[in-house]
């Protein structure tokens, strides 16, 4: 009717849509960036440390190898989140280091008074990052992380393993949330 030939339409049609999704994916990007949307974790340390070196926390708890557990965790963080690299004391621009201060367990469930079925354990540990240049530059005390495990009745050695996976995962959860907590503040 007005000049248009048969198909036009259609091909009008296609040619607004893919217009509409040009616009669309020009615009929303410039509008996430704009209002300083970030991912959480994506920062990473201070500019500058680019080699990092993380210590052997302290085992501040009764908890025997506490600090070897959290402290590969920590390392196997930084290894899949860390944009640098991690390196020997010698050679690195900053060090992360801290301790384990804390292992709480309490009894959730039980049977009569003295039969705890179920354990909650706390596990609490404090961090500082140094550059080697300036001294320190950031620490977080009290993190800290929970969970629970079974305890198996007349089973010392099942209980001991169910509390070790407990810890493993905590050490794992604490690792995270530092990784995170030292991207977000900077």
């Known amino acids: 009717m007005f000049g248009l030939k048969p198909g036009n339409g259609l091909r009008a049609s296609r040619t607004a849509a893919v217009m509409m999704w040009a616009v669309i994916a020009t615009v929303c990007p410039v509008l996430v960036i704009s209002c300083g949307y970030r991912f959480a974790g994506s920062g990473g340390p201070p500019r500058g440390i680019e080699k990092l070196y993380i210590a052997l926390l302290d085992n501040k708890t009764t908890e025997s190898g506490i600090d070897i557990l959290t402290t590969n965790a920590l390392k ?64 977080a005390r009290g993190i800290t992380s929970s969970d629970t495990y079974t305890v198996v009745s007349g089973d010392k050695e099942a209980s001991e393993r169910n509390k070790r996976d407990v810890l493993q995962d905590l050490a794992g959860r604490i690792a995270e949330v530092s990784f995170h907590r030292l991207s977000d503040d900077f």
């Open 76 to 139: 196997n963080e930084f290894i899949h989140k860390y944009r640098g690299v991690l390196v020997g004391r010698e050679t690195a621009t900053a060090i992360l280091s801290g301790s384990v201060t804390g292992i709480r367990t309490e009894t959730v469930s039980s049977r009569g008074s003295l039969t705890s079925l179920e354990r909650r354990i706390y596990m609490t540990i404090d961090l500082a990052l140094k550059s080697t240049a300036s001294g320190q530059i950031w620490f």
